[in-house]
């Protein structure tokens, strides 16, 4: 089945997601569709899915232009999705995922749940998918909750399948896996639309790469393309993709975690009884799949969470316990994961954003009256230093793309008085240029002696910046190595894998 989308338009009032975009998809195809986050990849797949309404354009599938109203009508055409959040009920079994929607009944108009276990093991035993039909969708690890996906997919006949950021949420070993299924689909005569920001895997298994950018298509790369031909063509000028740093130099003190624990307001335990030490003059990355309590570690170092027991100092000095204010006046930098919930306020100017913590110190205030002139003059300094792209410091933080928001952020965090920063998701939804600019200032702030914790899902990040990796499966620390350590055992300690490690 041919798939091609002919100058899609898609609109949200003011904002043009998709400017006139076509590509095509050849059956026994994989065709890649690489970009940044926010550059319009998922609206143009939601669009082909039946979930948005192109404003211009048409959707042809061998020759016919179609009309879809919805992702039944998709569906039926033979598109399937495989979204980045799984679309599964986690009390549902296999075969009741598979089933939902294209219920078939016996004769008495009960559920036939027989004739859905065959279908999973049908699709399963033809592609080599090792996954059991009444297992329930919860006790399943990520990677095969996937294949189930992908199971519902093919049961519904599709011919085309569109893969959604797939590996945002899989170890190494499940991304391999993952790419070894999408070849194999290849070969079965499937069209494969595969959207992704990460250019190792698009060079791995793309037949052919379509670079968006702003909603627009910018040109075509072959996989022989190198990275750094791609990132230009993602970005719109060279991009340095590598980390250059030299040798850590650690020095004594830092920050210090004991039998650190937290619990949710369930009374669950979402982290167990963690310890690790970072020392000024080091990089210590966090690693792991999403949702094995990265998150809430991170918010129980600044304070952020009303569950814990276990010791966290900073020079010696004791923080748990303390609010979120005092932790951060005794030398903590603080980079949030969501930099629209935790880091920026939208409304507010960039040179406000800049002071957010600063407006007890008398730097910018004046008998409890903003300077304004001293508050517009710092952030100058900070949009050209950071290089912050807008138009100047009383443009609304709101109004910027997300890698400027992020550069906001850090500039804020990096120009306070601060032994230790912590940055969770440093370079989440920005684009190759702002990564490759925020990467140099971790770097940098390393070199300046301080001690620095980040939290990444993104293995490339965290082993180019780090000089310890400390990985975290179920809530647990399961290991700490260096920083060169291979994907392939960083891999293995993502998913839950018991390794003897050397302890650094």
Same mark, same amino acid.
């Given at each position: 089945?041919?798939?091609?989308?002919?100058?899609?338009?898609?609109?949200?009032?003011?904002?043009?997601?998709?400017?006139?975009?076509?590509?095509?998809?050849?059956?026994?195809?994989?065709?890649?569709?690489?970009?940044?986050?926010?550059?319009?990849?998922?609206?143009?797949?939601?669009?082909?899915?039946?979930?948005?309404?192109?404003?211009?354009?048409?959707?042809?599938?061998?020759?016919?232009?179609?009309?879809?109203?919805?992702?039944?009508?998709?569906?039926?055409?033979?598109?399937?999705?495989?979204?980045?959040?799984?679309?599964?009920?986690?009390?549902?079994?296999?075969?009741?995922?598979?089933?939902?929607?294209?219920?078939?009944?016996?004769?008495?108009?009960?559920?036939?749940?027989?004739?859905?276990? %065959?279908? *999973? #093991? +049908? =699709? $399963? &035993? /033809?592609?080599?998918?090792?996954?059991?039909?009444?297992?329930?969708? !919860?006790?399943? @690890?990520?990677?095969?909750?996937?294949?189930?996906?992908?199971?519902?997919?093919?049961?519904?006949?599709?011919?085309?399948?569109?893969?959604?950021?797939?590996?945002?949420?899989?170890?190494?070993?499940?991304?391999?896996?993952?790419?070894?299924?999408?070849?194999?689909?290849?070969?079965?005569?499937?069209?494969?639309?595969?959207?992704?920001?990460?250019? %190792?895997? *698009? #060079? +791995? =298994? $793309? &037949? /052919?790469?379509?670079?968006?950018?702003?909603?627009?298509?910018?040109? !075509?790369?072959? @996989?022989?393309?190198?990275?750094?031909?791609?990132?230009?063509?993602?970005?719109?000028?060279?991009?340095?993709?590598?980390?250059?740093?030299?040798?850590?130099?650690?020095?004594?003190?830092?920050?210090?975690?004991?039998?650190?624990?937290?619990?949710?307001?369930?009374?669950?335990?979402?982290?167990?009884?963690?310890?690790?030490?970072?020392?000024?003059?080091?990089?210590?990355?966090?690693?792991?799949?999403?949702?094995?309590?990265?998150?809430?570690?991170?918010?129980?170092?600044?304070?952020?969470?009303?569950?814990?027991?276990?010791?966290?100092?900073?020079?010696?000095?004791?923080?748990?316990?303390?609010?979120?204010?005092?932790?951060?006046?005794?030398?903590?930098?603080?980079?949030?994961?969501?930099?629209?919930?935790?880091?920026?306020?939208?409304?507010?100017?960039?040179?406000?954003?800049?002071?957010?913590?600063?407006?007890?110190?008398?730097?910018?205030?004046?008998?409890?009256?903003?300077?304004?002139?001293?508050?517009?003059?710092?952030?100058?300094?900070?949009?050209?230093?950071?290089?912050?792209?807008?138009?100047?410091?009383?443009?609304?933080?709101?109004?910027?793309?997300?890698?400027?928001?992020?550069?906001?952020?850090?500039?804020?965090?990096?120009?306070?008085?601060?032994?230790?920063?912590?940055?969770?998701?440093?370079?989440?939804?920005?684009?190759?240029?702002?990564?490759?600019?925020?990467?140099?200032?971790?770097?940098?702030?390393?070199?300046?002696?301080?001690?620095?914790?980040?939290?990444?899902?993104?293995?490339?990040?965290?082993?180019?910046?780090?000089?310890?990796?400390?990985?975290?499966?179920?809530?647990?620390?399961?290991?700490?190595?260096?920083?060169?350590?291979?994907?392939?055992?960083?891999?293995?300690?993502?998913?839950?894998?018991?390794?003897?490690?050397?302890?650094?």
């Amino acid at each position: 089945m041919k798939l091609e989308l002919r100058g899609i338009t898609k609109r949200f009032g003011s904002l043009v997601a998709n400017d006139r975009i076509s590509i095509s998809v050849e059956p026994g195809e994989i065709h890649a569709l690489l970009g940044e986050n926010g550059a319009g990849k998922s609206t143009l797949m939601n669009v082909l899915y039946g979930l948005y309404q192109a404003d211009e354009g048409e959707i042809v599938i061998d020759g016919v232009t179609q009309n879809f109203r919805g992702p039944g009508d998709a569906m039926a055409a033979g598109i399937g999705m495989v979204h980045q959040h799984f679309m599964l009920i986690p009390v549902f079994s296999v075969a009741e995922n598979v089933a939902l929607g294209h219920e078939a009944t016996t004769r008495i108009g009960s559920l036939d749940l027989r004739s859905a276990r %065959r279908q *999973v #093991r +049908e =699709v $399963a &035993d /033809r592609f080599g998918f090792q996954v059991d039909p009444d297992a329930l969708i !919860e006790n399943l @690890p990520v990677g095969v909750q996937q294949r189930v996906e992908i199971i519902k997919a093919l049961a519904r006949d599709a011919e085309v399948l569109v893969f959604d950021e797939p590996t945002a949420v899989l170890t190494p070993q499940e991304t391999d896996e993952l790419m070894a299924i999408m070849r194999q689909l290849r070969e079965e005569g499937k069209g494969i639309v595969f959207i992704t920001h990460k250019l %190792r895997e *698009v #060079r +791995e =298994v $793309a &037949d /052919r790469i379509t670079v968006i950018r702003r909603g627009a298509v910018v040109g !075509e790369a072959s @996989p022989t393309s190198t990275n750094a031909e791609l990132a230009s063509l993602m970005v719109g000028r060279a991009v340095e993709l590598t980390v250059r740093k030299g040798p850590a130099s650690p020095q004594p003190g830092g920050l210090v975690v004991s039998g650190l624990s937290v619990r949710d307001d369930a009374g669950q335990v979402v982290v167990d009884d963690v310890s690790f030490d970072v020392h000024p003059g080091e990089i210590l990355a966090i690693a792991g799949v999403q949702g094995n309590g990265q998150t809430e570690l991170t918010e129980a170092l600044l304070g952020l969470e009303s569950h814990v027991t276990g010791s966290v100092t900073l020079g010696g000095e004791e923080l748990n316990g303390r609010s979120v204010h005092e932790i951060l006046a005794a030398g903590v930098g603080y980079v949030p994961e969501d930099r629209n919930v935790d880091g920026l306020v939208g409304a507010m100017s960039i040179a406000e954003n800049l002071i957010l913590d600063r407006t007890d110190t008398g730097e910018f205030t004046s008998a409890g009256t903003l300077r304004r002139r001293a508050m517009t003059e710092f952030a100058e300094a900070r949009i050209a230093e950071f290089d912050i792209r807008a138009q100047g410091p009383l443009t609304a933080a709101g109004t910027l793309s997300g890698g400027n928001q992020q550069k906001v952020v850090v500039a804020r965090e990096m120009n306070r008085d601060i032994t230790m920063l912590v940055a969770a998701q440093p370079t989440r939804g920005v684009d190759v240029g702002s990564i490759e600019f925020i990467h140099s200032r971790i770097v940098a702030a390393r070199d300046d002696g301080l001690a620095v914790v980040v939290v990444s899902t993104e293995l490339d990040e965290v082993s180019a910046l780090a000089d310890r990796i400390a990985v975290m499966y179920r809530g647990r620390i399961v290991g700490i190595v260096p920083g060169d350590t291979p994907r392939d055992t960083l891999g293995l300690l993502m998913a839950g894998a018991d390794i003897t490690e050397q302890a650094v």
